[in-house]
């Protein structure tokens, strides 16, 4: 038996409707995926040493190879248990509910400004590039062209978002799903830290947050199924805990609890964190310079 430390309190409701069935979508070192058979969503089991997110169950062990599991084992919930074929039984008795709230939007813009370029200055030397950071040097012509496509394209997005054309933004957005390297591709880890900007209340796009579901009915077919789910939950605001850690943070005048939270998200993946972080100094921008009046 394997206990739970803390869930995502979409997925606990799920384990106590003891209706969940479903099968191993993908497996890695630190996590593996499940989809569900009801309603098509994934649901991802992590280990300890990760932090919690949307749809996301961590559980008592430090890596998932192990284990033992493989894709296409089936899964299922029954009086509070998830049993994952006939190797392992994760129990939520002693679970600790977690829940994606984002903060409000701050009104004291100067304290933001000056923490956005703290945090530029800091991606800038520790970011890892290749993606929405572009590498000093680019290994082949494919990463280099791949790499200005991210840049042009966040420009004209950039361009619209300022310029108050909420409308025409939405391509360039679109067009940013799928795009560059790694599992979570770079201009999906960069939307999602756009999409968690615009969800925060008093943010001067937040009455516009619609925005991010209309280009999310464009992103099914654009990347794959991790990525999607991970935007999907990220258009309607909920995000990992070490990007709301983050957005607490810019909030308020402490550089070292900045520079930690900012440091723990640059840690994700490749360079995801990278990519989410530079979603989210794009999303503060745009709000900041936008003001209050959009359309």
């Not at 600790?96 to 304290?111: A, C, F, G, Q």
């Amino acid at each position: 038996m394997i206990n739970a430390i803390s869930g995502d309190i979409d997925f606990i409701k799920e384990f106590n409707n003891s209706k969940f069935t479903g099968f191993v979508h993908s497996t890695f070192n630190r996590t593996l995926n499940i989809k569900c058979f009801e309603n098509g969503d994934l649901y991802t089991i992590a280990c300890s040493k990760l932090d919690n997110g949307p749809n996301t169950l961590i559980i008592d062990v430090d890596n998932m190879k192990s284990m033992k599991i493989v894709v296409d084992d089936r899964v299922r919930v029954e009086n509070n248990l998830l049993y994952i074929a006939n190797k392992h039984t994760i129990s939520i008795d002693k679970v600790n509910i977690w829940e994606s709230v984002l903060p409000s939007y701050t009104h004291n813009v100067e304290i933001l400004k000056q923490n956005v370029m703290k945090m530029k200055e800091y991606i800038n030397f520790h970011g890892v590039g290749g993606g929405m950071k572009k590498n000093v040097i680019t290994q082949n012509a494919f990463e280099a062209e791949v790499s200005n496509m991210l840049e042009n394209r966040t420009l004209l997005l950039f361009n619209e978002l300022l310029n108050h054309r909420i409308s025409s933004a939405l391509p360039h957005a679109i067009s940013l799903v799928g795009l560059g390297p790694g599992l979570t591709p770079s201009g999906d880890d960069f939307l999602t830290g756009l999409f968690a900007v615009f969800n925060m209340k008093n943010s001067p796009f937040y009455p516009y947050r619609s925005f991010c579901e209309e280009v999310l009915k464009k992103a099914k077919n654009l990347t794959n199924d991790i990525s999607y789910m991970t935007l999907k939950k990220a258009a309607i605001g909920k995000v990992r805990e070490s990007i709301i850690s983050l957005l607490n943070n810019l909030f308020v005048e402490d550089e070292e609890d900045l520079f930690l939270s900012l440091n723990k998200l640059l840690s994700i993946g490749s360079s995801s964190g990278t990519d989410i972080a530079l979603g989210i100094v794009f999303g503060i921008e745009s709000n900041i310079r936008a003001g209050g009046k959009v359309c």
